[in-house]
């Protein structure tokens, strides 16, 4: 089954707005890429700029990628009020 | 700006706990939940240890929608090619009243909040608090989009992210090192089929733990909990030891590799996955509990940094579940002297390390460089089951004595400096 298979399963209500900011000028430096490896959802990955983007509809709301990421690009907030995963089993 | 006694932000197992135990104590007190309702962004493994809460909530349980009653305890080593499975059963586990259950909190959450709502207390959903209150040091209030709301003491539940203990400036920064991410599968299965496989009476549950090669030698395991009519099945893993990882994978891929592993395939044929979660643990245990308390503020639960991986066994619902009750008794203290201030509320740190949860705590301090060595999450699971395998094993050479197959697979990978130096380590916890 594939992560995106998976994540269809979920119930998301998704914002308009973005509740994960990435400050470019740090991910542009990082050779790492922590966020990409420790994203349970799989959401980071690189665009065709070279640019480091993250798919926030899919978010599982985990926060790992706020602590794995030790440069402190992310800037990781709950979504809005209302908006997000919404776990039936949990 | 309104003003009510006690906020509780967070309605989670902690925040509800807390908000229970006050529900007939007169005073006003609302809850915050950012979910649409209590337990929809929540997500356990997951057991929860009901014997240290019977005293502080006793009659909570009997109604409780809960999964299974655990009366099998299973620890399987992961090799390459091979496992080796301890299974514990014991009719102390098969007795009322019954000392775990598997748990799924979106519906344990929502039922808890329900009973507190009949209860008197306000439960608000939808209702993300975006920032404290404060005058001066002291902690005076919330503020919740445009919205404020003033109280005489702040309850911080936030879950293990606490941006308001963050706020409050009680809290460290985050660490990889102090944090596991889990994330899980629920697969659906009928009952008798659950029963079948793990060969389990009606309502009898089973937790296995998986340690080994699953985590291609990072630090963490694999769980399997049974549910009425589902398993949760998942992988823990330590952020350090993933951040750090060489070749880089991503960890989903994880989870797929170790479904397709015999032992877990047959455990969940036929089975349809209909969720899948994830959230972060705390590993920091004792060493990054924060201040739990300020002038008109108290930390609960995962936000106080209450949780401990005891290696086979993980804990922080019951901690979060105790800290909220001990936190309203505080709290009903601190009214009947009219005074919220910190020096009144350290009465709640004084509960919590008189509690087992800061007890247990203390007791294991040292799990975490324990959890450090890699060796016991590639090495040994590995070689114990090489050990027996070669000892079960038949082919075509004639078979050699048990006692030199055994003393070879010891000389071999256990009786040798580093494995001595292991168990030295192992004596601290």
């Known amino acids: 089954m594939k992560i995106t298979e998976k994540l269809a399963l979920d119930a998301f209500k998704n914002d308009k707005e973005t509740h994960i900011q990435l400050d470019q000028k740090i991910c542009h430096n990082c050779k790492e890429r922590f966020c990409v490896y420790a994203c349970p959802a799989n959401l980071y990955a690189l665009n065709e700029k070279g640019e480091m983007v993250v798919e926030y509809a899919g978010c599982l709301e985990c926060g790992t990628c706020q602590i794995a990421c030790i440069y402190g690009s992310v800037k990781w907030r709950y979504p809005r009020s209302g908006f997000g995963v919404q776990y039936r089993f949990g | 700006m309104e003003k009510v006694d006690v906020i509780i932000v967070g309605g989670g197992l902690a925040g509800l706990s807390c908000a229970y135990e006050l529900a007939d104590s007169g005073m006003t007190v609302i809850v915050l939940e950012r979910g649409d309702f209590s337990g929809s962004k929540n997500v356990t493994g997951g057991r929860i240890y ?91 209030g919330i503020k919740a989009g445009d919205e404020e709301i003033g109280a005489d003491c702040v309850v911080a539940a936030d879950g293990i992210l606490s941006f308001m203990a963050e706020k409050a400036g009680l809290r460290q920064p985050f660490k990889p090192q102090h944090f596991a991410l889990g994330f899980k599968e629920v697969i659906q299965l009928d009952p008798e089929t ?13 937790a296995q733990l998986f340690v080994g090669t699953l985590t291609k030698g ?34 989903y891929k994880l989870l797929d590799d170790f479904k397709e592993r015999p032992e877990i395939k047959h455990l969940i ?141 010891l000389k071999e990978n256990f009786l040798n400096l580093q494995t001595v130096r292991d168990w030295l380590q192992f004596r601290k916890i």
């Open chain 2, 50 to 140: 009901l014997s240290p809460l019977r005293n502080l909530l006793p009659d909570l349980w009997k109604e409780a929608p809960l999964e299974r009653h655990v009366t099998k305890e299973i620890l399987t080593l992961m090799g390459e090619t091979n496992s080796t499975t301890f299974e514990l059963y014991s009719e102390q586990f098969n007795q009322e009243p019954y000392p775990s259950y598997t748990i799924l909190r979106a519906k344990f959450d929502r039922w808890f909040a329900d009973l507190i709502s009949e209860k008197g207390v306000f439960i608000i959903p939808q209702k993300k608090v975006d920032d404290i209150v404060k005058e001066g040091e002291k902690v005076i």
């Open chain 2, 194 to 206: 659950i029963e079948d496989r793990f060969r389990l009476g009606d309502g009898e549950g089973a």
């Open chain 2, 269 to 409: 044929r036929g089975g349809n996955t209909t969720e899948y979660s994830a959230h972060l643990i705390t590993e920091g245990g004792i060493h990054i509990k924060p201040k739990v308390y300020g002038d008109g503020i108290l930390i609960l639960g995962d936000a106080a940094g209450l949780g401990l991986n005891m290696l086979v066994t993980v804990r922080g619902m019951e901690y979060a579940m105790a800290s909220g009750v001990l936190a309203g008794w505080a709290i009903k203290k601190a009214k009947e002297k009219n005074d919220f201030s910190a020096s009144s509320l350290a009465e709640y740190d004084k509960l919590l390390n008189d509690s087992f949860i800061i007890k247990e705590m203390t007791a294991f301090k040292n799990s975490l460089s324990i959890l450090e060595n890699q060796r016991l999450f590639s090495k040994y699971p590995q070689a114990i089951s090489d050990l027996f395998e070669n000892v079960m094993r038949v082919n075509k050479h004639p078979k050699k004595r048990l006692y030199e197959t055994i003393s070879q697979g």
């Open chain 2, 218 to 251: 990072m630090m963490g395991g694999g769980f399997l909990y049974t549910n009425r009519e589902s398993l949760s099945f998942g992988i823990v893993v330590g952020l350090q030891s993933l951040n750090r990882r060489e070749p880089r994978e991503e960890v």
